[in-house]
């Protein structure tokens, strides 16, 4: 069902209305949402039940075995990071590109980015079986004079994960801070009144703090959007820094941050969507936001099938024996069923998005978004258990056996991940109010002084 | 700031071309003055703070510590516990530009970060006399500091410039 464009008839958003329909978002919850917070909590408690027990009986229970060294662990490492991506290109990336768009979705959009991060980083601990000792990753002074490895891929992500995680939260607690303020101002009851009094940190809107703030933004936004390129580029690093068949490619960086990006949007129309529905936000997230969403997964799919395209061509054209039987072995081999879900997901099913009635259907970009992401991560099942399954000699080639440990600890991630977005959207404002002001014209005497521009719900 | 004073005339505006009038007013009769807006705007900076941030110079600051650190962090390590890989240098150029760049980013932010905290002189537990909560709704405020005898002149400066209403109460 395609929604209709907003009518020019309507009254223009004011305000008072920005205020007042997004501090409605953070009224007492009802029976939905304590549903969706407990399901969310429920699977929490496998996947950590599930961890305990890999920790009691061993690091056999995760189902790797030679030649799967990295398995579900390191899949879900990389499917996380790639999903926060979006959350600050959206941020930073397209605030200094000032794209219209970004302004009632990017608060949702760093939201996603700071809880996948934190989700991500559980990964590698995770992965490495005995997680005290995760310790060891960081540069500290300690008896045996010893220091870590600077030359290694896996150390970079120890700087680029935890700078990425710093930024990203920073950024997105000072986004929040003035429209806390403006939920401390309308709060109702002694909690709210509290809560919002502590986080606000006295923020009063003042002309000084305005200047400051503005000014120390855009430098966070010209910090942020490095970091974009740079993250993941540094996780695919870890593959293409080794000579395994089918990781040794130049292509890798950007082919991750174009797939990150196209898996991040996707996720971002998966949570925008209900949310929209739910708090009826129809009159702030409007055909125009999902048309311009649509287009970007549009474009970060055309760079994804290219990567993909790339590789097969590189690898015939190195006319190197295990890169070939790689790339045949990817289409043909044991899991088959693997790659021709990713193709379709991410290659196939987005190209319907040309069809500019299907990039403001609503129904349709959920599913498709659901897609993208189950296509995204069976990308990078392909990137790293096909190519570890076979490498150079036929004698060390193996297969993998997921065991339910494994899926106990991918259910829960999403369980942890859904219960930060579902606290968040209750306590905090999930789109942000002071920059979706920005975008409307000021309300003045003599009109025609103001500089705004009513991208919100203009749908245009 | 200027002298002492002892009352804070608070002026609402609904209309934001008003509420930058009565900027001008009050600037014009060199009072202290402050005003809240329930957003930022370009028309307000250019009439109330012009100047430039010095937030800027702080986080190039910060940034260039932590490249600096970044870089002397990976090579001092390596030095300190010499492991030859192939035939790489201990100090790997290449190889280190990560840590440096990571941390470039990282000192920067942090840096704003901090400078955010100390130019807008937050946190703060001081309520300010004068604030309304509708100045982070959808009104803007004028506030205005100054003697029992100015209170007149300054309430008539912010109701010519179009004020919706006009407080009177104890300082800034």
């Given amino acids: ?256 941050v174009a797939g990150a990006i196209f898996s991040g949007v996707a996720m971002v129309i998966t949570l925008i969507i209900p949310l929209r529905k739910a708090f009826k936000l129809e009159r702030l997230i409007t055909p125009f936001h999902f048309d311009a969403m649509s287009k970007l997964i549009l474009m970060t799919s055309g760079v994804v099938t290219y990567s993909y395209i790339t590789e097969f061509y590189t690898a015939w054209f190195s006319n190197n024996p295990y890169e070939r039987f790689q790339f045949w072995f990817r289409p043909f081999g044991e899991f088959w069923i693997a790659f021709w879900g990713m193709t379709f997901c991410n290659c196939i099913f987005p190209q319907l998005l040309w069809v500019k009635s299907l990039r403001t259907n609503i129904p349709f970009l959920f599913v498709l978004s659901i897609f993208i992401n189950i296509g995204m991560w069976l990308e990078r099942f392909n990137i790293i258990f096909q190519s570890l399954t076979r490498e150079f000699i036929p004698a060390a080639w193996g297969g993998y056996n997921f065991s339910w440990v494994e899926v106990g600890i991918t259910v829960g991630a999403f369980g942890w991940f859904g219960m930060w977005m579902t606290l968040f959207i209750k306590f905090f404002p999930s789109v942000a109010i002071v920059e979706i002001k920005e975008i409307l014209p000021p309300p003045m005497r003599n009109e025609g002084h103001g500089h705004g521009h009513a991208a919100v719900g203009a749908g245009h | 700031m200027v002298e002492s004073t002892s009352r804070a005339v608070v002026g609402v505006f609904t209309y934001m071309d008003d509420a930058l009038e009565a900027v001008k007013n009050v600037k014009a009769a060199n009072l202290d003055w402050r005003m809240y807006s329930p957003v930022p705007r370009h028309e307000i900076e250019e009439v109330t703070f012009p100047q430039k941030s010095p937030v800027r110079l702080v986080s190039f600051a910060c940034a260039l510590t932590g490249c600096a650190s970044g870089w002397a962090l990976a090579i001092l390590c390596s030095l300190d516990w010499p492991m030859r890989t192939s035939a790489k240098n201990i100090a790997s150029i290449p190889a280190f530009f990560v840590p440096g760049y990571e941390w470039t980013i990282l000192f920067g932010g942090l840096g704003t970060l901090f400078a955010i905290f100390a130019f807008c002189k937050i946190p703060s537990v001081v309520r300010a006399a004068g604030y309304d909560p509708r100045f982070s709704h959808d009104k803007f405020g004028v506030v205005v500091a100054c003697s029992a005898g100015q209170v007149t002149d300054v309430t008539k400066r912010l109701q010519t410039a179009g004020a919706d209403e006009v407080d009177v109460r104890d300082s800034l």
């Fill in chain 1, 1 to 256: 069902m395609e929604e209709k464009h907003h009518s020019k008839k309507e009254a223009p958003v004011t305000y008072a209305e920005v205020n007042d329909t997004i501090l409605k978002m953070l009224e007492p919850p009802g029976t939905g949402w304590y549903l969706l917070l407990f399901t969310c909590l429920f699977f929490l408690a496998i996947g950590a039940s599930c961890w305990f027990y890999q920790m009691w009986s061993g690091f056999g229970e995760s189902g790797k075995s030679h030649p799967i060294g990295w398995g579900t662990y390191i899949t879900n490492f990389v499917f996380w990071v790639g999903i926060a991506h979006s959350g600050t290109l959206i941020s930073a990336v397209l605030y200094l590109f000032r794209a219209a768009f970004r302004q009632p979705i990017y608060r949702l959009a760093e939201a996603m980015t700071v809880f996948a991060v934190m989700t991500a980083g559980l990964f590698p601990i995770i992965h490495l079986g005995r997680p005290w000792y995760a310790l060891w990753l960081m540069p500290y002074p300690n008896q045996r004079a010893l220091w870590p490895n600077f030359r290694s891929p896996l150390l970079w992500d120890v700087f680029a994960v935890s700078t990425y995680f710093t930024i990203s939260a920073t950024f997105f607690i000072v986004g929040l801070i003035p429209d806390i303020a403006a939920a401390r101002d309308q709060a109702k009851t002694r909690f709210r009144k509290t809560l919002y009094g502590v986080t606000s940190l006295g923020w009063r809107n003042s002309h000084i703090q305005w200047k400051h703030y503005t000014a120390a933004y855009l430098i966070f936004a010209a910090f942020a959007t490095p970091l974009v390129v740079s993250v993941h580029s540094v996780v695919s690093w870890d593959f293409a820094m080794s000579i395994v068949p089918g990781w040794h490619a130049t292509i890798f960086p950007p082919y991750f």
